[in-house]
């Protein structure tokens, strides 16, 4: 009954849709639903995961393994998979679990009138047509345009970028509607109403809506490839075709030349297990998933995995101004109190007449903000009258006072309207000018406060224009920046990191926010409306300068991104509104806020801010340079380990030696050694400097010449040292078993040392040895352990056909392994002093 009293107050009574009417356009236009906005169920996320080109390469080479017979290495595969789908199954749930908490666009529930009378639906049965009673607080939850109103305004951040409310009035005559709508009768799905209440007809539900709109033009984007994916898929295919034909040769080769196939088979299928790089798709699956567990420590969430890997080649971000740099809430900056006033007029009083004349439950954001920075002393009376904002009078007052005598009125409202009803001399106007032009000109938002005193006969006029008021000052709002943000773009900026912001709001404030969050060249904006006369090579030219995009509208915004991508950038972008999400699809990293953020921004998103932390930008940046570091010593490795495994896999072949190392022995290596190392390296603390220094190019391969070479040197030099203990020991008249045990002591030993050695490209191993890592420490006693077991357990000893090694051989084993990588020592010595001198000069 109460809804029903409330909706014949607003005006004449509405009959709405039919029931079967209803129905009828359910089927017809569908159901009230944006695109794209399902939860992942888990059958979903482990297809996905599944569908990550890194793991489908580990998969494939599993499945190699179990056709060439290989089931020891194919479980160890698969329990790999197992680890890396299990790891990631667990943060994407994580992940959705908290989007699914942050859903908050739309209203489970919308208001509508059926049948002559009011009733709560689902906003999904919700069809064009439908009659929605809007109250304050209301999400809007479709498309449509204002039939009856009071005093109706709403926040459209969401959609707009813009934080000011918008005030909305009713349509005078349909039939002048235009097709595109009349903004200021028009109220679109996923707004908020801050105040008053109204009646609207519904005009488009589901994807014909603003925000539906958005999501379509989603749908068509596809997000791109990573460059390190491609690289690896790349490298593992060549690799692989490569080990094929070698292996084949071998084997044919083995058994022509010596008459003995089945160890030219035994040969041939070590070299092929030595020579498939499975570690390189494991090393990257696990690396990207720690990632995704470690960057969401810093309360970000992570929905893309090869975004992790982009972010410390980013070198564009752009930033959107409202819940972004700024807390998308208003507040008082400024208060000027009026000089001329003959009793001296302070702050406080400013403050408390217009706290007077505010509302003062309510969401309206000015409201909000003046109630908030205001001491309210006693009231001059009791409230007799009010005199609400309307479009033809943009000020609102209330009157005070007691029966029978005159009273006290507090206004507030545009400058202009204050101003026109207070009498003041030239002089004083011009100062009031003058200020007012200084607190717009300084990105604020300007109201004027008033008094004045009326008989209360007067107070029956309806007519707000016949005031007459005295200007008591005037109090300036804006939308504060967040107090994080000017160290947090400091700080990328040392990394080589730029930040543009790209705003729907008016350039005075988008150039106050920039100068305040301490972008460069704040003062330069260029709008959206000098954006549409630029064709895409001026385009490309202007975004190398201009740091402030104002008055941009969001397919201006994806234009923007595309022609910073065009120069050779690698760019993130950051945005909460629906109006943002094609330009974070669109963009290498998309970075959503989760407080603030729309569901269409956070399912376009890469990366999902939870906390709307924009410094934890600046931690990912981080963490993402690290990740890269340390995946470049994991691949110097792996190419490292390769070279001595293939070699002593290769060599017996040629040169007709007892075969030295047996699928078993590599297998063993692969799976204590490898995976560890890939954790220990994964462990490994990021690098001094790391955020003083340039990103990387966006065409920097992981597998570049410097990592390949360096890694097949360190292997090379290994491989002359299990060659040297090898051949001595047979020439010494030692049996194959004594040769083969010390020979693969050797290698164990020379691979934990390249762990060591691998940590720092600078620092020296007893440099490193005082940074933390457990990971490290565990990987290099449990191998060493495991290797004194097969060494010493006389079942394992017989199954890894070696002999017991004497302390002699084992001193020898340990020697050998550790000086094998001296010489990269010594030239991180060299490669620094060089350095430092060529600083000096």
């Known amino acids: 009954m109460a809804q029903a009293l409330q909706t014949e107050s607003i005006g004449k009574l509405w009959r709405g849709l039919t029931d079967s009417e209803a129905q009828l356009r359910l089927r017809e236009y569908g159901p009230n639903t944006l695109p794209g906005l399902h939860k992942a169920t888990l059958f979903s996320i482990v297809f996905a995961t599944l569908k990550e080109p890194m793991l489908l390469l580990l998969l494939s080479t599993g499945v190699v393994y179990l056709l060439i017979g290989d089931s020891r290495e194919a479980v160890a595969i698969l329990a790999s998979i197992l680890l890396v789908i299990g790891i990631s199954v667990a943060q994407k749930q994580r992940t959705e679990r908290t989007l699914e908490a942050l859903r908050d666009l739309t209203s489970p529930r919308a208001l509508v009138i059926r049948e002559g009378g009011t009733r709560r639906i689902p906003a999904r049965e919700i069809v064009p047509g439908d009659v929605v009673v809007l109250s304050e607080g209301d999400r809007v939850p479709a498309d449509g345009q204002i039939a009856e109103s009071v005093l109706l305004a709403l926040d459209e951040s969401l959609l707009t970028g813009e934080s000011v409310a918008v005030q909305k ?488 030696w007892p075969i030295l190392l047996m699928p078993l022995h590599i297998v063993f290596i692969e799976l204590i050694i490898d995976p560890a190392c890939s954790m220990a390296f994964e462990a490994e603390a990021e690098e001094p400097g790391i955020m003083q220094r340039k990103p990387r190019s966006k065409d920097a391969r992981l597998f570049d010449r410097s990592t390949v070479a360096i890694g097949l040197l360190q292997g090379l030099g290994l491989l002359l040292a299990v060659l040297a203990t090898f051949v001595f020991s047979m020439r010494s008249g030692h049996a194959s078993d004594d040769a083969r045990a010390i020979a693969f002591a050797t290698l164990v030993v020379g691979n934990l040392v390249l762990i060591w050695a691998n940590r720092s490209a600078t620092k020296t191993v007893l440099e490193t040895r005082e940074n933390r890592n457990p990971a490290l420490w565990l990987v290099t006693f449990g191998t060493a352990a495991t290797l004194l077991l097969v060494l010493y357990v006389p079942y394992l000893r017989i199954l890894f056909q070696f002999s017991v090694l004497h302390p002699n051989d084992l001193a020898a084993a340990l020697g050998l392994g550790s000086v094998s990588i001296t010489w990269f020592e010594m030239f991180k010595l060299v490669r620094r002093q060089r350095t430092f001198s060529g600083h000096d000069h």
């Open 169 to 656: 009035n009713t349509v005078v005559e349909q039939d002048s509607i235009r097709a595109d709508g009349n903004s200021g009768s028009t109220v679109y799905s996923g707004s908020l109403v801050v105040r008053g209440r109204g009646i609207a007809t519904v005009t488009a539900t589901g994807a014909q809506t603003e925000i539906g709109k958005i999501g379509r033009d989603l749908a068509r984007l596809k997000p791109e490839s990573s460059h390190l994916e491609s690289e690896t898929a790349k490298l593992v295919r060549a690799f692989g075709f490569v080990s094929i034909i070698v292996c084949v040769l071998v084997a044919i080769a083995y058994g022509l030349l010596r008459g003995d196939w089945a160890k030219g088979g035994l040969s041939a299928l070590a070299l092929a297990i030595a020579m498939v790089p499975e570690e390189f798709p494991v090393v990257l699956a696990i690396f990207m998933a720690l990632g995704a567990w470690r960057i969401s420590q810093k309360k970000v969430l992570t929905r893309r995995l090869p975004a992790i890997e982009m972010l410390g080649a980013a070198t564009v971000i752009c930033v959107d101004k409202t819940g972004t740099l700024t807390e998308n809430r208003m507040t008082v900056q400024e208060v000027f109190a009026n000089p001329s006033e003959k009793e001296t007029t302070s702050r406080d009083k400013v403050l408390w007449v217009a706290a007077l004349a505010s509302d003062q439950n309510t969401l309206d954001p000015v409201d909000k903000a003046v109630s908030a920075a205001a001491s309210m002393p006693e009231s001059p009376g009791m409230l007799i009258k009010e005199y609400p904002l309307s479009s033809d009078c943009m000020l609102m007052a209330k009157a005070y006072g007691d029966s029978g005598h005159s009273t006290f009125l507090a206004a507030k409202g545009a400058p202009e309207e204050i101003i026109r009803l207070t009498a003041m001399s030239a002089a004083d106007r011009k100062e009031i000018d003058s200020e007012l032009k200084r607190m717009t000109d300084a990105g604020m938002r300007v109201i004027a406060v008033a008094t004045g005193k009326m008989p209360q006969p007067e107070l029956l006029a309806e007519n707000k224009r016949d005031f007459q008021l005295n200007l008591v000052g005037l109090i300036g709002l804006a939308d504060p920046i967040r107090v994080t943000v000017p160290g947090a773009i400091d700080d990328l900026a040392q990394a080589g990191v730029r930040v543009v912001m790209i705003t729907g709001d008016y350039s005075g404030t988008a150039r106050a926010i920039a100068a305040q969050a301490g972008l460069p060249n704040a003062n330069h904006a260029m709008t959206g409306e000098t954006l549409d006369h630029l064709d895409e090579g001026a385009l490309r030219s202007a975004v190398r300068d201009c740091n402030v995009f104002a008055r941009v509208r969001p397919e201006q915004k994806l234009r923007l991104v595309e022609a910073f991508k065009s120069n050779g950038e690698v760019v993130a972008m950051t945005g909460d509104g629906v109006n943002d999400a094609p330009a974070l699809k669109a963009a290498h990293i998309g970075i959503a806020m989760g407080a603030r953020g729309s569901d269409v921004a956070r399912e376009a998103a890469s990366l999902v801010l939870a906390d709307d932390d924009f410094p934890a930008i600046v931690s990912a940046v981080r963490l993402g340079r690290r990740i890269y570091d340390n995946l470049t010593k994991a691949v110097r490795f792996v190419f490292a380990a390769h070279v001595p495994i293939a070699g002593m896999a290769l060599l017996p072949v040629a040169f007709n």
